[in-house]
């Protein structure tokens, strides 16, 4: 059973609201150096399981999260919905994945965190750390891609698979940034709440505006 209209704008609204209240709360711990203890236990605590299988996995991981990889793909995915006659999709997909990069770097000139000592040897990468970019994009890319082919199957199976393969994807991204120590736990939790404020923000925005549409053309 799929929500109804009010049902789906009030939980898109809250879920804005909740992803953008804990992210001012993330920001404001950090200022504040809050979340040192934190950062520094986590980011040891998974240095301590390098091997060199995962490191080779995490990178792997890292680069399916860079533009690198989602610049290209992209033009793929507003290619195969416009060639699917979804001309909607893939104006959605471009605003929010755009959007979500634009969002990344003004947030991330607006907090100017210098990035932690990497592991590995890894370069350390341009820009500031907070929030983590990768964390941004992948949730952004990755959650509409499922949340679009969620909305094509009527199975409830289905929907859940591409959630949950959305979100285990997202997640080892984020994990991936902190194993190699270019960014902090905390940039990456700060990514994924600033996607899902915007994510949400779009969502219900849209739904809004299709049920104004909707009214206009059929008045009570």
Do not use: N
């Amino acid at each position: 059973m799929r929500p109804t209209p009010y049902r789906a704008l009030s939980v898109g609204l809250l879920a804005a609201a909740t992803a953008l209240l804990f992210f001012a709360w993330l920001a404001d711990e950090i200022l504040k150096g809050g979340t040192r203890r934190f950062d520094d236990a986590v980011r040891q605590l998974l240095h301590q399981h390098a091997s060199p299988a995962l490191t080779a996995a995490m990178r792997a991981a890292s680069f399916i999260g860079s533009p690198a990889f989602l610049i290209p793909m992209g033009i793929l995915v507003v290619a195969l919905y416009l060639r699917q006659g979804r001309p909607l999709a893939a104006r959605l997909f471009v605003i929010t994945v755009l959007g979500g990069e634009v969002l990344d770097q003004v947030l991330k000139l607006a907090f100017h965190r210098t990035r932690p000592a990497a592991f590995f040897g890894m370069p350390e990468p341009l820009g500031y750390s907070f929030p983590s970019g990768h964390a941004l994009a992948a949730c952004a890319f990755y959650g509409v891609v499922a949340a679009f082919a969620a909305t094509r199957t009527e199975s409830r199976v289905w929907r859940w698979v591409y959630r949950i393969a959305a979100a285990t994807l997202i997640a080892i991204i984020g994990i991936s940034r902190i194993y190699l120590g270019v960014h902090y736990p905390s940039d990456v939790l700060g990514g994924y709440a600033a996607a899902l404020g915007w994510v949400f923000t779009v969502a219900t925005v849209r739904r809004w505006m299709r049920r104004a549409s909707a009214r206009a053309l059929f008045p009570a």
